[in-house]
């Protein structure tokens, strides 16, 4: 397996230079920027200022292991893949375009990557979303949750029978970032496996017409 700098960023949507919003989403294990780019769009639809950025993993995956294992189990990928992310927010920055104007939206391994990110790079961002997923590391990890969030949104949508991802998971998170100052909203859907279902992509909607 290989880490992940310098796989190119796949884009759509309007120009970096006339976003007023850019949603940066995160592709689950086996998944591509091409397919998130789909789902980009239909959050972005009827929207004429967001852009889309869709960073790829080496071999559609951004880290080996369960999100459950101790955190070294997933090292050098992990690091590496956190590192993709805060290098496209970095461009972002260098755009003049601000944290409040992006959102981070992940599925499945993406969303873990995308809640991670956000617990261990606090800052007031556009929205930031889990989709079946949940912060990384065994149950009980202690963190250091001294950073803020400052009222982000923070959307956590998953079912109940998610074969991948714990109900408890999604829980422990939505707690770490009510600690951390977001706003927080938790979407626990009877019967859904792994899978994001329209009421999904309307809050997610939603999320990103208060940006743009």
Same mark, same amino acid.
């Given at each position: 397996?290989?880490?992940?700098?310098?796989?190119?960023?796949? /884009?759509?949507? &309007?120009?970096?230079? /006339?976003?007023?919003?850019?949603?940066?989403?995160?592709?689950?294990?086996?998944? !591509?920027?091409?397919?998130?780019?789909g789902?980009?769009?239909?959050?972005?639809?009827?929207? !004429?200022?967001?852009?889309?950025?869709?960073?790829q993993?080496?071999?559609?995956?951004?880290?080996?292991?369960?999100?459950l294992?101790?955190?070294?189990?997933?090292?050098?990928?992990?690091?590496?893949?956190?590192?993709?992310?805060?290098?496209?927010?970095?461009?972002?920055?260098?755009?003049?375009?601000? /944290?409040?104007?992006?959102? *981070?939206?992940?599925f499945?391994?993406?969303?873990?990557?995308?809640?991670?990110?956000?617990?261990?790079?606090?800052?007031?961002?556009?929205?930031? &979303?889990? *989709?079946s997923?949940?912060?990384?590391?065994?149950?009980?990890?202690? /963190?250091? *949750?001294?950073?803020?969030?400052?009222?982000?949104?923070?959307? *956590?949508?998953?079912?109940?029978?998610?074969?991948?991802?714990?109900?408890? !998971? &999604?829980?422990? !998170?939505?707690?770490?970032?009510?600690?951390?100052?977001?706003?927080?909203?938790?979407?626990?859907?009877?019967?859904?496996?792994?899978? &994001?279902?329209?009421?999904?992509?309307s809050?997610?909607?939603?999320l990103v017409?208060?940006?743009?």
């Amino acid at each position: 397996m290989k880490t992940h700098e310098g796989l190119p960023v796949l /884009r759509d949507g &309007v120009p970096l230079s /006339r976003a007023e919003a850019v949603i940066i989403l995160l592709h689950g294990r086996g998944g !591509s920027g091409k397919d998130m780019l789909g789902l980009g769009r239909e959050l972005a639809t009827n929207r !004429s200022n967001v852009a889309l950025l869709a960073p790829q993993a080496a071999g559609g995956t951004w880290y080996p292991r369960r999100f459950l294992e101790p955190l070294a189990q997933n090292e050098p990928y992990l690091t590496s893949a956190l590192g993709v992310v805060a290098g496209t927010i970095d461009e972002l920055l260098a755009g003049h375009i601000a /944290r409040e104007r992006i959102l *981070l939206v992940g599925f499945s391994q993406g969303a873990c990557l995308a809640l991670e990110f956000a617990v261990r790079h606090p800052h007031r961002y556009g929205a930031v &979303v889990g *989709l079946s997923g949940a912060v990384i590391g065994p149950p009980g990890l202690p /963190r250091d *949750l001294a950073g803020s969030l400052r009222g982000t949104p923070v959307f *956590l949508g998953c079912g109940d029978i998610d074969p991948h991802i714990p109900v408890a !998971s &999604v829980k422990e !998170s939505a707690a770490i970032f009510r600690k951390m100052e977001a706003e927080v909203l938790e979407r626990i859907y009877p019967q859904m496996p792994h899978t &994001v279902n329209d009421d999904e992509v309307s809050m997610v909607a939603d999320l990103v017409a208060r940006v743009s």
